[in-house]
């Protein structure tokens, strides 16, 4: 059967925490869209490791494969392959012939593309995911398939290496044989003018084929996956990012290019909807929000500058101290980037939009520790657009600025040593944590099946096992 993990919010929830504790039943674990834009968390004996592409079950020992939703740089695949084999581990790290690779024109065009862009810029992780997502889209992506096929390759090349050049030079006015181009950190003028290089990129790429034939590396997802559930096994389906950062049902344009709701497990593997309908969609739910990048955002406490809209460092101070202790004690500081998050209460429309979206069978409810300590924990129950009381998203990202949040308060619970409290169970959790709790499963008519009470595997009460 398969068990799929949903980001109910906007990314960073806790997913890799969640298929690290489910995927040991597990014997593959896939990921079916984004690319190294994501960073999932697994702390195992006490060792943190921060995946950007690299499934998070590789970790222990599970099959992880990347399908055809993914967008792949294997640069950053290698690297974090290599990384983990430093380590001590053994990732056996698979890759959809038919996913799409990141080349360096797409980092390099990315930033371009967002310094452009101005208050329509998304504050992307500057990977080349929408530049990518874009060209396989416009048809002249290059595949995985194609690295291991060189005519295949150059021919690719040759037709969309002039365009991309002509695009950030002609177009955006960058020169890219001497200028960085606004692109990811490590780009230096060098490589830059090398990414736009037909031969460079021939040779690099037609190496990196080499390396993904000779490792065995390659397949065809959803034959491998539905062969797999066939024989018996259990499939994860690691979703990245989150619903309101779905290109079709987020905060469009302050989204990311790919569809992290439950629709896209299936798009992005190969395997039928009837199939991954049989098996569980969990939604994870951070229990506050938080969120990298701008746009509107109704809950949010105090603002990060850069981030926030119209953000003057002006919000009321009882926010910003908030905001502050919310964001030290969940270490909210993105994984990729280091960049702070905003953080904002808990936002039940964008709760029950997600839960909708993807047909959520089960929840798990991560950071319940990181709000104890506080008197009173806030909700934003629904919101006030125009005088209605709205109990969902509305669907263009203008209506959703002007929602006001309508909040429900919680008592607050104490500080406790939840590491006893997960090896207890769910009747440790104060009380009032699941008052809170209730509230939210209540609302989202699904059930808890996991709660986050710390980062490590041991800190979660599990209340249900999906495979079981
Ligand atoms: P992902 O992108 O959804 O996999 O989440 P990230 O790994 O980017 O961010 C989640 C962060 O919170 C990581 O540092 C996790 O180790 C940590 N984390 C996950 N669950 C919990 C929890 O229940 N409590 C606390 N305090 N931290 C958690
Ligand atoms: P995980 O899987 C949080 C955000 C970026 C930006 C927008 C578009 O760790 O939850 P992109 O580079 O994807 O084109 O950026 O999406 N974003 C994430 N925010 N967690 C993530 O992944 C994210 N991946 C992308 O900050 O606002
Ligand atoms: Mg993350």
Redesign the pocket.
């Known amino acids: 059967m398969t068990v799929t993990i949903v980001?109910s919010q906007?990314?960073?929830e806790g997913?890799g925490g969640v298929v690290d504790l489910y995927g040991d039943a597990a014997d593959v674990v896939a990921r079916y869209q984004?690319g190294d834009?994501?960073?999932?968390t697994v702390v195992h004996d006490g060792e943190k490791y921060k995946l950007s592409l690299v499934p998070s079950g590789a970790v222990r020992g599970k099959i992880g494969v990347l399908g055809n939703g993914c967008v792949v740089n294997p640069e950053t695949l290698f690297s974090e392959i290599d990384k983990l084999r430093e380590r001590g581990l053994e990732p056996d790290v698979r890759v959809a012939e038919r996913a799409h690779v990141i080349l360096p024109y797409h980092r390099v065009l990315d930033g371009i593309e967002e310094d452009e862009k101005q208050d329509l810029a998304?504050?992307?992780?500057?990977?080349g995911?929408?530049p990518t997502y874009e060209d396989k889209m416009g048809r002249r992506g290059i595949r995985i398939g194609d690295l291991l096929e060189p005519e295949v390759l150059r021919e690719r090349l040759e037709y969309v290496v002039p365009q991309k050049r002509a695009l950030a030079e002609d177009v955006f006015g960058v020169s890219v044989s001497d200028a960085n181009g606004g692109s990811s950190d490590e780009s230096d003028g060098a490589e830059v003018g090398e990414g736009f290089d037909v031969d460079h990129l021939y040779e690099t790429y037609r190496e990196y084929g080499e390396r993904l034939a000779a490792e065995g590396m390659t397949v065809d997802c959803g034959t491998f996956l539905q062969e797999r559930i066939d024989a018996g096994e259990n499939v994860m389906l690691e979703g990245?990012?989150?619903t309101s950062?779905d290109i079709d049902h987020g905060i469009y344009p302050?989204?990311?290019?790919s569809n992290p709701t439950a629709g896209g497990a299936t798009v992005g593997t190969g395997l039928g909807p009837t199939v991954v309908g049989q098996g569980e969609v969990i939604g994870i739910v951070k229990a506050y929000l938080s969120r990298?990048?701008?746009g509107p955002l109704p809950t949010e406490l105090g603002g990060v500058e850069g981030q926030t809209p119209d953000y003057d460092g002006n919000a009321p101070a009882d926010e910003e101290v908030l905001a502050t202790y919310i964001r030290d004690e969940g270490g909210e500081y993105g994984?990729v980037t280091g960049r702070p998050r905003r953080v904002g209460w808990l936002d039940m429309p964008m709760l029950r939009h997600a839960a909708r979206a993807s047909g959520f069978t089960g929840l798990a409810i991560n950071h319940v520790d990181v709000l104890a300590g506080l008197d009173e924990v806030k909700v934003g129950h629904a919101y006030e657009y125009e005088g209605e009381e709205l109990l969902t998203m509305p669907p263009t990202t203008e209506k959703w600025g002007r929602c006001e949040a309508t909040f429900r308060t919680f008592d607050g619970w104490p500080e406790v040593d939840w590491a006893d409290v997960a090896s207890e169970g769910y009747e440790a959790i104060p009380e009032n944590a699941r008052t809170y709790l209730e509230y939210v499963a209540d609302e989202l008519e699904a059930p808890i099946y996991a709660v986050g009470v710390g980062p490590g595997r041991e800190e979660t009460v599990v209340l249900e096992n999906p495979y079981e």
């Open positions: 980001g906007l990314g960073d997913k984004g834009n994501a960073g999932h998304a504050g992307t992780t500057k990977r995911i929408g990245a990012q989150g950062i302050y989204v990311t290019s990298v990048g701008t994984t």
